[in-house]
């Protein structure tokens, strides 16, 4: 039995001051709440006087290039980032070389991601084979993993998109989709949701329209869940090629309404990382993992961890369906201790980046939040990465 004691803990109901007892099974044992006065330390196996504990970080969209392209990432250097980050459950999209579209790709690399025994890696289906006209086929897929994405390529055949959603509710599966031109193609997804349900999540929302289109269809009803990116809450106006683009300050704006008014499911990081060739050759994309918490946190300094929290753990559980919300999410007695230790008003500056590549443009930037460690069923995950 592992004891933490004296921190300040967080999740998107609870926000108190306390201790919290971990079991050999790596799972929550006990929490005490009392008030914030420093006790006995003498039995603890880690003091956090000072620190904030929280459920560890869920990203829905990262990419990991691999197979295919280790050059700019690697399943194990991906993971690394994601751990220094606070994260410790990761989703990775299906555009690798080759297309992550038959079984052996999803169990590879889930496979591979398991033998470092730090954040777990749950393996993105292409919704069709090498990104063509042609399904996958869902059944069969199914068994391996519960999301479909062609991220990084739009579903333009509405037919296409109409029988993904259709067997999105027979299969239970996720669709998430990346479509340009955004409001357009996220205009039409929603209406096809209306009309024929499915399990919908938009990826990387990023427009004043495609919020209210959003909200909008919510009013009416339709299922859909949505997420936006640190880096297009943090910044407007940037140059810095990232797909979608950086907007203006007014979607800048209707991105954070978005997100505290519940338009908004959830903070995705989108992380895409590229080598200087192939930025310099145009790719579009953004380092993710190592930042996305301070990222947050300074672009909304007025958001209680509460509040980021749900954005950043809950919710994300919530989205990935029943299994993980089992699982993720909550500090709460029977759950996993999957659990970040953080400062979260520590200023500091961004120097350093994890992942292999090294994209992004808020090297040097002044931010607010830093992780202390990510731990994993009671474990410590972040020490060798």
């Known amino acids: 039995m592992k004891r933490y004691m004296n921190l300040h803990l967080v999740d998107a109901e609870l926000d108190s001051f306390g201790d919290l007892w971990v079991n050999g099974e790596g799972k929550i044992e006990r929490i005490v709440l009392r008030p914030e006065t420093r006790s006995v330390v003498g039995t603890a196996d880690f003091d956090g006087w000072g620190l904030t504990c929280m459920p560890s970080f869920i990203d829905l969209h990262g990419h990991f290039r691999e197979p295919g392209q280790e050059q700019k990432e690697t399943i194990q250097s991906g993971i690394q980032a994601a751990v220094k980050g606070g994260y410790g459950l990761v989703v990775a999209m299906a555009n690798t070389a080759p297309i992550c579209d038959q079984p052996k790709w999803i169990i590879m690399n889930q496979e591979k991601a398991a033998k470092f025994k730090q954040a777990e890696l749950l393996q993105v289906s292409a919704v069709t084979k090498g990104f063509g006209e042609e399904p996958v086929d869902y059944e069969t897929m199914r068994p391996h993993t519960r999301y479909f994405s062609n991220d990084g390529k739009p579903i333009e055949d509405a037919k296409i998109m109409v029988q993904a959603l259709l067997d999105s509710q027979r299969y239970d599966f996720l669709v998430m989709v990346h479509q340009e031109p955004e409001e357009e193609m996220i205009r039409r997804d929603l209406l096809l949701a209306e009309a024929v349900g499915g399990n919908l999540h938009i990826c990387h929302v990023s427009t004043e329209r495609s919020v209210a289109l959003i909200r909008e269809a919510k009013g009416r009803g339709v299922q859909v869940s949505c997420e936006v990116t640190p880096h297009h809450l943090y910044r407007a106006n940037d140059a ?78 919530k989205i990935l369906g029943v299994e993980r919300m089992a699982k993720e999410g909550k500090l709460e007695v029977g759950m996993e201790a999957n659990l970040v230790i953080l400062k979260p008003d520590e200023k500091r500056v961004l120097d350093v980046f994890y992942s292999k590549s090294e994209n992004t443009p808020f090297l040097g930037d002044h931010v607010i939040g830093k992780i202390e460690q990510t731990i994993r069923k009671g474990a410590r995950i972040d020490e060798n990465a």
């Open 240 to 317: 810095y090629r990232v797909n979608p683009p950086f907007g203006e300050e007014l979607d800048r704006q209707a991105l954070l309404a978005g997100l505290l008014d519940g338009t908004i499911d959830c903070v995705a990081t989108d992380h895409a990382p590229h080598t200087e060739a192939d930025k310099e050759a145009g790719s579009p994309g953004i380092t993710g993992y190592d930042a996305a918490f301070s990222l947050v946190r300074t672009a909304m300094p007025t958001a209680s961890l509460r509040e980021i929290s749900r954005w950043m753990s809950a919710n994300p559980a």
